[in-house]
Each structure stands twice: as C-alpha cells, then as structure tokens.
C-alpha cells in the first residue's frame, strides 16, 4: 500500500470519530403548545374559506335573537337563529335553543340547559311579483328524539299595506329508541306524528312598524291538549325597524299549559334581528 493511502484511510477514519453526534428531534412543549392553539384558527379559517363562494351569490342575511318566558309555567328560553338566502332562492336556517331548568328554572339566564337545535333548507319560487311558493325541511334534534318537518308555505302580497300567507307542515317526531314503550297508550312514549296548518295576516304601514297575526292548529296523534288530540295557538308580533340593519320585536301568543287540561298560558317573546346585507 502505498503512503498516500494510508494517509488518506488515517484522515477519513479521524474525522468519522470526530464528528459530532446528532440528537434525537424533538418537539418543544412550546411547540406543541402553540400547534394546538392554531388548530381553531385553522378551523376558522377554513369555514370562511368555504364560505366565500356563497357569500358572493348572497341576497340576504341574518342573525336573530329572541328571549322567551311563559306564564304559568315559569319558564325562560332563548333562541339564536342565523338565516341566510341566496340570490337563486334557496336558503339555510341554523337554530341553537336553550332554557332554564332546575328549581330555578323561572329565573332568566340561570341554570341554563341545551333544549336542541335545528337546521332548515328551503327554496323560495316566485309565482308572480306578488305571491311566493316556499317549500321547506327542517330538522329538529333534542336529546331524547329528532323531528323531521317538511312544510310548504304560500305567501301573497296583496298590496303595499297587507299580506297573507299559509303553510301546512307535516311533524313526524322519532323517539330514541332505547325510550320507546308501546305499552304505553296514546303513544306518550313512541313516535309521534303532528299535522300542522299555520295562516299569518301581515299589516306594514309606510312607517317603521309592522305587525303580524299568526294562527295554527294541530292534528295529532297523540295526546296533546285538554286529553285530545288536537291543539291550536296563537301569536301577536309587533316589529319595528330601528335601522337598515336593527329591527327589535315582541310578540305574545296564546299555547296551552298542558296536554290534560283546557288551561291557556300566555308566552311572552322578546327580541332582536339584524340584517347583515
């Protein structure tokens, strides 16, 4: 062998042994830290991505909430809803409902429990400039059943002052089936089905008030009010328009107590819309 390659076999071997060793990679706590922090950015910021392609073919939006509190049994509830409706007609509904519970259930915004939530799709078809076809499926979830509402309204204009409309809805309630009971008469413990005809009578003057009427009746199958099964309800709404943007409301109504007795209540509602476009 000769000089210059053992020479150059000595040098490669001395600086094997001369290098430095490499630690494991690792992840700081902070690291990790800040990668779960990130995570509900990341969500955000995908949904809003997601949603910009409708929010470009948007004609309306909104946000509504409404407080609510019934007489005789005592009991507070508040609803948020947000709706938004899209230049072709089609629109989306999402409901999240909450009430107070407890032995303090008649105390406003104390002991407050989920009571579920909804979504609805629905179409707006335009039969003339004055009346409108709008059918609908809503999705109505609780802890204890799901309810699935398929409803078409029909609303007519008949002038700048008055409108009216109509709507009949079909209800078919499905109990969780660990709940279910058959033996139970009057399926109180079963699925439940509940056809509902709803009328509004709409006044809007040329001012900032409006007020509406709105009457429905049930047909059940079930035990609903005064041991029979029907019931019916009423609802006064008065709406004002602060702004472009505001519109507070109240409204009360007239709904049963019970399902065994001919008791009437009156429910008290409370609250405010406002309109992003």
Known sequence: MSYDNVYLRAKMTSSRNNRLPIAPHTHSKKTIKEGRMNNPLRTLVTVATLCLPFCVNADSASINYRHQFTEDDSIHADRIKL???MDSGLGFEGELKYRTAGDREDVAYDNIVNNGHELTVNYNYKLSPQSTLTPALQIDSSKDATTYKLGLKYAYKINDTFYTAVRYRHDARKLDRDQVNADIPDRAKDNQTTHRLEGWLGYTPASKWALEYQYIY?????IRYDNKKSDYEQNLAVKYKLSKQWA???EIGDIKVNA????????WRLGVQYNFM
């Open 218 to 222: 049930f047909k059940t199958d079930y």
């Open 260 to 267: 065994t007795s001919d008791d009437r209540q009156a429910r």
């Open 248 to 250: 507070p409301f109240m």
């Open 83 to 85: 709706s938004y409706r």
